[in-house]
């Protein structure tokens, strides 16, 4: 089943910012861009991407600076011609400090087949660095400062903008919309390939979520994940989507006062951050209605003083680039001890099973087991890679690798990745468990908890820990601590404390260079 060129959400936020075209739409680097200035830059485009060929079938490339309002004038223009796009300057959902090396960025652009590679002045000599390693694969497009004064203003009718545009091709909903690469545990960039019927329906999904009057959103990760489609319903809405560079916790407990934010998207260490600004005083979040969180697993005991901190604005979300979103935890559950160790009730047209790994049968509730989704807002699948698409999905339902259990009124709790999962003495040990106990303790940064093999192929836990500046800790005083509130199996045998820890392309902690760093004796 096909769909009408004017049903694409792009053409209705094109609408949307045509038809107030001196607010305020977007604020970057320190300056207010109008929503008629966007939407000309949106239709400038257009029809640049036109003449390089780009409609349905093909793929655009995006490495500009991050969070560049680029990225989102650009998936617009591309999404309106029936294109998909891809990003190739990081991975890590979480964060855009990671950049991904050139071979990394080269891999991406040959595994997506981009024909178009759209950049900025700022990375204009990678862009072309990648360019002279792949002549002929692909041709660079320039973006100007999004702060240019553009022609004169859109049509605010569906009428006058498609006249504007040019024919728009008729779009299929299973042709590719999105090509997220995502590092996943291996550090090997997979291409999750999505729909154009999975990218509107998640827009779509994502509006009521957004529905107070005025809505203002800071995005400080990335917008080529998950904060996305918030930042499409803002601007559909006539909201104000104020964009940073990347996440620091001063620079965004202020921004909320300074511009009114009414909800902001972070990664859970963000959240720990964010909650020692606000601690030291002179904040004003009363603006603030939600704060959703995501990424690792929290520590109930952060979340129960985040919540008496920042009041009833706490949103646990829990989804993957796979499955898109899964579970929500509301604010008012945050007022629970026993709803704060799980990541809520699924999304209403998300069904939850958690199965036995060895018979594939499905678990009654408080059975641990892997979790399985099944949802509209599942991938197509693995770019390129057939077997690992059949390995993840299965009959409508996706694996997701994670270990947990339902209770009987359908709150799910996560307790590790099957990956990660340590097997001593006959126990199955979950690192993630025994972290967030580690982490409650005074003094410690951060943490991470894995399984070392020794030559007869035993598993053995180990830990390495990051302290506070001027915080110290015994390495046996922790082991006993988790021996006394878990048990001594799950005690690390090993306990290195570490300036920082290694982080993958993820941004998350790489438990195989601790492995190759600090090999058993």
Same mark, same amino acid.
């Given at each position: 089943?096909?769909?009408?060129? &004017?049903?694409?959400?792009?053409?209705?936020?094109?609408?949307?910012?045509?038809?107030?075209?001196?607010?305020?739409? =977007?604020?970057?680097?320190?300056?207010? =861009?109008? +929503?008629?200035?966007?939407?000309?830059?949106? +239709?400038?485009?257009?029809?640049?991407?036109?003449? *390089?060929?780009?409609?349905?079938?093909?793929?655009?490339?995006?490495? =500009?600076?991050?969070?560049?309002?680029?990225?989102?004038?650009?998936?617009?223009?591309?999404?309106?011609?029936?294109?998909?796009?891809?990003?190739?300057?990081?991975?890590?959902?979480?964060?855009?400090?990671?950049?991904?090396?050139? &071979? @990394?960025?080269?891999?991406?652009?040959?595994?997506?087949?981009? /024909?178009?590679?759209?950049? $900025?002045?700022?990375?204009?000599?990678? +862009?072309?660095?990648?360019?002279?390693?792949?002549?002929?694969?692909?041709?660079?497009?320039?973006?100007? %400062?999004?702060?240019?004064?553009?022609?004169?203003?859109?049509?605010?009718?569906?009428?006058?903008?498609?006249?504007?545009?040019?024919?728009?091709?008729?779009?299929?909903?299973?042709?590719?919309?999105?090509?997220?690469?995502?590092?996943?545990?291996?550090?090997?960039?997979?291409?999750?390939?999505?729909?154009?019927?999975?990218?509107?329906?998640?827009?779509?999904?994502?509006?009521?979520?957004?529905?107070?009057?005025?809505?203002?959103?800071?995005?400080?990760? %990335?917008?080529?994940?998950?904060?996305?489609?918030?930042?499409?319903?803002?601007?559909?809405?006539?909201?104000?989507?104020?964009?940073?560079?990347?996440?620091?916790?001063? /620079?965004?407990?202020?921004?909320? @006062?300074?511009?009114?934010?009414?909800?902001?998207?972070?990664?859970? %260490?963000?959240?720990?951050?964010?909650?020692?600004?606000?601690?030291?005083?002179?904040?004003?979040?009363?603006?603030?209605?939600?704060?959703?969180?995501?990424?690792?697993?929290?520590? %109930? @005991?952060?979340?129960?003083?985040?919540?008496?901190?920042?009041?009833?604005?706490?949103?646990?979300?829990?989804?993957?680039?796979?499955?898109?979103?899964?579970?929500?935890?509301?604010?008012?559950?945050?007022? $629970?001890?026993?709803?704060?160790?799980?990541?809520?009730?699924?999304?209403?047209?998300?069904?939850?099973?958690?199965?036995?790994?060895?018979?594939?049968?499905?678990?009654?509730?408080?059975?641990?087991?892997?979790?399985?989704?099944?949802?509209?807002?599942?991938?197509?699948?693995?770019?390129?890679?057939?077997?690992?698409?059949?390995?993840? *999905? /299965?009959?409508?339902?996706?694996?997701?690798?994670?270990?947990?259990?339902?209770?009987?009124?359908?709150?799910?709790?996560?307790?590790?990745?099957?990956?990660?999962?340590?097997?001593?003495?006959?126990?199955?040990?979950?690192?993630?468990?025994?972290?967030?106990?580690?982490?409650?303790?005074?003094?410690?940064?951060?943490?991470?908890?894995?399984?070392?093999?020794?030559?007869?192929?035993?598993?053995?836990?180990?830990?390495?820990?990051?302290?506070?500046?001027?915080?110290?800790? &015994?390495? +046996?005083?922790?082991?006993?601590?988790?021996?006394?509130?878990?048990?001594?199996?799950?005690?690390?045998?090993?306990?290195?404390?570490?300036?920082?820890?290694?982080?993958?392309?993820?941004?998350?902690?790489?438990?195989?260079?601790?492995?190759?760093?600090?090999?058993?004796?």
């Amino acid at each position: 089943m096909t769909r009408p060129a &004017d049903d694409c959400y792009a053409l209705a936020i094109l609408a949307a910012l045509a038809a107030d075209p001196d607010r305020t739409a =977007v604020h970057w680097r320190g300056q207010d =861009v109008p +929503a008629g200035r966007l939407a000309r830059r949106v +239709a400038d485009t257009v029809h640049a991407l036109r003449k *390089l060929g780009v409609g349905p079938g093909s793929t655009v490339a995006v490495l =500009v600076s991050p969070n560049s309002p680029v990225m989102l004038t650009v998936r617009y223009a591309a999404h309106l011609l029936g294109g998909a796009v891809t990003y190739v300057r990081g991975t890590n959902p979480g964060s855009t400090a990671y950049v991904l090396s050139p &071979d @990394a960025q080269l891999r991406i652009l040959f595994d997506s087949a981009a /024909q178009v590679l759209f950049t $900025d002045a700022e990375n204009l000599d990678r +862009a072309r660095q990648l360019a002279d390693r792949a002549p002929g694969r692909f041709v660079l497009a320039e973006d100007g %400062p999004i702060s240019d004064d553009g022609a004169a203003p859109l049509a605010a009718d569906r009428a006058g903008l498609l006249a504007e545009l040019g024919e728009l091709p008729v779009r299929d909903p299973e042709e590719l919309a999105l090509l997220s690469f995502s590092s996943g545990s291996t550090g090997k960039p997979k291409g999750v390939c999505v729909t154009t019927r999975v990218w509107e329906g998640t827009v779509l999904g994502t509006l009521p979520l957004v529905g107070e009057p005025d809505p203002r959103v800071l995005v400080a990760t %990335p917008l080529s994940f998950v904060v996305g489609p918030v930042a499409d319903a803002v601007l559909r809405l006539g909201g104000l989507v104020v964009l940073h560079e990347g996440f620091d916790a001063a /620079q965004a407990v202020d921004a909320i @006062a300074r511009h009114g934010i009414t909800r902001t998207f972070m990664a859970t %260490p963000h959240l720990y951050r964010t909650m020692e600004v606000v601690k030291a005083g002179g904040t004003d979040l009363s603006t603030l209605k939600a704060l959703i969180y995501t990424g690792v697993m929290a520590a %109930p @005991a952060k979340l129960e003083e985040a919540a008496a901190l920042l009041g009833p604005v706490l949103l646990q979300a829990y989804g993957s680039a796979e499955a898109g979103r899964i579970s929500i935890l509301l604010p008012h559950e945050h007022d $629970d001890p026993r709803l704060r160790t799980t990541v809520g009730r699924p999304f209403p047209e998300v069904e939850l099973r958690v199965v036995d790994q060895e018979s594939g049968g499905e678990l009654p509730a408080g059975e641990v087991g892997e979790v399985w989704v099944r949802s509209p807002n599942l991938m197509a699948g693995y770019l390129g890679d057939p077997a690992l698409t059949s390995q993840v *999905l /299965q009959g409508g339902w996706y694996r997701t690798g994670d270990i947990g259990h339902l209770d009987e009124q359908g709150y799910l709790s996560l307790v590790d990745r099957v990956a990660d999962v340590v097997k001593t003495d006959g126990v199955k040990i979950y690192p993630a468990v025994v972290e967030r106990e580690i982490a409650t303790l005074p003094g410690v940064a951060d943490v991470a908890v894995y399984g070392i093999r020794d030559r007869d192929n035993l598993e053995h836990v180990h830990a390495a820990v990051v302290l506070a500046p001027g915080a110290q800790r &015994d390495a +046996a005083a922790i082991r006993a601590r988790i021996g006394s509130v878990l048990t001594p199996v799950h005690a690390p045998e090993e306990i290195r404390f570490l300036d920082e820890l290694p982080l993958g392309v993820s941004g998350k902690p790489d438990k195989n260079v601790l492995r190759e760093r600090y090999p058993l004796d």
